[in-house]
């Protein structure tokens, strides 16, 4: 399947910043579903493999991270 994905992204798609928006519902989920914000922020890590440039990667955390 990554070769697929891979394939589907060309080079003017990673001349493009990468956004990676990391949510929980609540201050209270942040504590409590560590694992899933853990999972979220390892996006970036997939984008990197994709082919974006780790400073093309943008992360929006409203919860403060």
Avoid: C, F, P
């Avoid at 409590?32 to 853990?38: G, P, V």
């Amino acid at each position: 399947m990554i070769n697929v994905q891979q394939n589907a992204i060309t080079a003017e798609h990673l001349q493009r910043d990468a956004y990676l928006y990391v949510r929980q519902s609540s201050v209270r989920q942040v504590y409590e579903h560590a694992e899933s914000t853990k999972r979220q922020y390892a996006l970036a890590d997939r984008a990197v493999a994709l082919g974006w440039q780790r400073e093309h990667i943008i992360t929006i955390d409203l919860n403060g991270k």
